[in-house]
């Protein structure tokens, strides 16, 4: 069974750095033809896609996030991470990661999320 977590703090300050870590087990994430996904949720609102790093280390971005989002990733602990640079209170919410297969419409496997608070 896949499992996806989610892990980082809960707590960051206006123009500093958000990081966070989904660690997957039961998969590679070099399995074919997989994308992880990090999804954020803001309070009140909506699912918020923010970008996908592929099986084979292909990143795609959501366009209004792009020039202050990163996703990377480490084999060897079958990790991957998001980083979100210079943040306000809007970036306040739940953060999940989540995976398909390319040319699936919809997520298969996510995590039970975290919630990040953007305050000083």
């Known amino acids: 069974q896949v499992q996806l977590q989610e892990s980082g703090p809960g707590l960051v300050k206006p123009s500093q750095t958000l990081s966070l870590t989904c660690t997957v087990s039961?998969?590679?994430?070099?399995?074919?033809?997989?994308?992880w996904s990090w999804i954020r949720q803001p309070p009140g609102q909506g699912l918020e896609w923010m970008g996908v790093?592929?099986?084979?280390?292909?990143?795609y971005y959501s366009p209004s996030l792009k020039s202050r989002t990163s996703i990377s990733r480490d084999t060897s602990k079958n990790q991957f991470s998001l980083q979100l640079r210079s943040v306000t209170p809007d970036d306040t919410g739940v953060y999940y990661c989540?995976?398909?297969?390319?040319?699936?419409?919809?997520?298969?496997?996510w995590g039970r999320g975290t919630q990040v608070t953007v305050s000083s």
């Open positions: 039961g998969q590679s994430i070099t399995a074919p033809y997989y994308g």
């Open positions: 989540a995976a398909k297969r390319w040319g699936r419409s919809a997520y298969e496997i």
């Open positions: 790093i592929g099986y084979d280390d292909s990143t």
